[in-house]
């Protein structure tokens, strides 16, 4: 059985940093694409970052250039660190996997989710 577990969340001001981790486990995923999402309250869940197995990676608009997302294949985790924090960050953040490796942001293509981390950025 799968498991990703998610951590790192928090609350910060505006302008501050937090780095989120998610650790898989149950089966590697070497190969696979692992990705970050996030849900707003009374907004639909939407794509943040994603990296390959060769490190490669592609991010939303929202968040290039302030979250840099990397990954440590031998300990099957990914990281998401987040700098220059805005309130419009605010949101559950959701760690996924997709086992064919594509660099995608359809979150239907993802296989496994885990519980999601809260992040609370405030003004």
Same mark, same amino acid.
């Given at each position: 059985?799968?498991?990703?577990? +998610?951590?790192?969340?928090? #609350?910060?001001?505006?302008?501050? #940093?937090?780095?989120? @981790? ?6 590697? %995923? @070497? ?12 907004? &639909? !869940? &939407? ?7 060769? #490190?490669? *990676? ?8 302030? %979250?840099?997302?990397? !990954? =440590?294949?031998?300990?099957? *985790?990914? /990281?998401?660190?987040? =700098? @220059?924090?805005?309130? +419009?960050?605010?949101?559950? /953040? %959701?760690?996924?996997?997709? @086992? ?11 296989? /496994?989710?885990? $519980?999601? *981390? $809260?992040?609370?950025? #405030?003004?």
């Amino acid at each position: 059985q799968v498991q990703l577990v +998610e951590s790192g969340g928090g #609350s910060v001001q505006a302008g501050g #940093s937090l780095r989120l @981790s998610c650790a898989a486990s149950g089966r590697t %995923f @070497s190969s696979g694409a692992m990705g970050w999402f996030r849900q707003a309250p009374g907004k &639909e !869940r &939407e794509f943040v970052a994603v990296i390959n197995w060769s #490190s490669r *990676t592609y991010y939303a608009d929202s968040v290039k250039g302030r %979250f840099t997302i990397s !990954r =440590d294949n031998a300990k099957n *985790t990914v /990281y998401l660190q987040m =700098d @220059s924090l805005k309130p +419009e960050d605010t949101a559950i /953040y %959701f760690c996924a996997v997709r @086992s064919d490796g594509f660099l995608y942001s359809d979150r239907r293509g993802y296989n /496994y989710w885990g $519980q999601g *981390t $809260q992040v609370t950025v #405030s003004s």
